[in-house]
C-alpha cells in the first residue's frame, strides 16, 4: 500500500514563527498520527487523529501545538512559536485499511529552528 | 503498558542471516508484535508483523514463542542496504494505537 506524502522535506524558520507541516494521504483515511524524531534520538508520538477531531495527543503536544484537515484531504500539523528545541523530523503516519495496529509513515519534514 | 527491550546494535556481514530479539514482558493479549526499519532521515518502514508462531514475507521472517514474552526478527542474507535501525513495537491500545518507539537496534552490515 502507498504511503503518505509530507510536504515540505525541510523547513527552516527563525526561532517564535509559526509553521505548517502537511501530510498527505494517497487515499480517504481516518485515522492519523503525528510523531517526531529530534536528531539521534527516540521516535516520539505527539498526537493522533480520528475523523477529524483529536484522539490523543501526548505530553509533548502542548498548546504551541495544534492539528486539523482542513479541506478534508491534506493533515496538518501547526507550531505556533516555534523553540529550537523543536528542531526535529516530524514524521505523518496513517493506518493501514482495517489493520489498526499497522502505520505507515510519510517521508517527513526536517525542521530546523534558527 | 507494554515495553520492549532490544540490543542496541549488531554487526553482521553481508550474506549472512542476521537475528534480531525483543523482549517484550508485559504485552497484551491482544496486542500484535509489529517491526520496523528506518534509514537515516527517513520514515520507519513497516517490515513485518505477528501474533505468534512465525510469520515470512518476501523481506523477513518472525519468530513468536507461545508465551510471546520475545521474539525474533530474521533477516535472511544481509546486504549493505540492510544498515539501518530496526524497531520492535508493540501497539498500545488507549483509545488509538500510538506506537512507543524503543531505540531500536542499529544494525550494521559489513562487506
Known amino acids: 500500500e502507498p504511503e503518505v506524502t509530507q510536504t515540505p522535506s525541510h523547513q527552516v524558520t527563525q526561532m517564535g514563527q509559526e509553521v505548517i507541516l502537511r501530510c498527505v494521504p494517497i487515499?480517504?483515511?481516518?485515522?492519523f498520527y503525528w510523531y517526531r524524531q529530534i536528531l539521534g534520538q527516540k521516535v516520539e508520538f505527539l498526537v493522533s487523529f480520528y475523523n477529524n477531531e483529536i484522539s490523543e495527543k501526548s505530553e509533548i503536544f502542548d498548546d504551541q501545538f495544534s492539528v486539523e484537515r482542513p479541506d478534508g484531504s491534506n493533515f496538518t500539523l501547526k507550531i505556533r512559536s516555534t523553540k529550537l528545541e523543536d528542531s526535529a523530523m516530524y514524521f505523518c503516519?496513517?493506518?493501514?485499511?482495517?489493520?489498526?495496529?499497522?502505520?505507515?509513515f510519510g517521508p517527513g519534514t526536517r525542521l530546523t529552528v534558527l | 503498558l507494554a515495553k520492549t527491550t532490544q540490543p542496541i546494535s549488531m554487526d553482521s556481514y553481508e550474506g549472512q542471516e542476521v537475528n534480531i530479539t525483543c523482549s517484550h514482558n508485559?504485552?497484551?493479549?491482544?496486542?500484535?508484535i509489529t517491526w520496523y526499519q528506518q534509514f537515516p532521515s527517513q520514515g520507519p518502514r513497516f517490515i513485518i508483523q505477528g501474533y505468534k508462531t512465525k510469520v515470512t514475507n518476501e523481506v523477513a521472517s518472525l519468530f513468536i514463542p507461545a508465551d510471546r514474552k520475545s521474539s525474533t526478527l530474521s533477516l535472511p542474507r544481509v546486504s549493505l542496504s540492510d544498515t539501518a535501525v530496526y524497531y520492535c513495537?508493540?501497539?498500545?491500545?488507549?483509545?488509538?494505537?500510538?506506537?512507543?518507539f524503543g531505540t531500536g537496534t542499529r544494525l550494521k552490515v559489513l562487506a
Open positions: 503516519a496513517r493506518e493501514k485499511q482495517g489493520a489498526r495496529d499497522t502505520q505507515y
Open positions: 487515499s480517504n483515511h481516518l485515522y
Open positions: 508485559n504485552i497484551a493479549t491482544n496486542d500484535y
Open positions: 513495537l508493540v501497539g498500545e491500545k488507549s483509545g488509538t494505537y500510538k506506537y512507543i
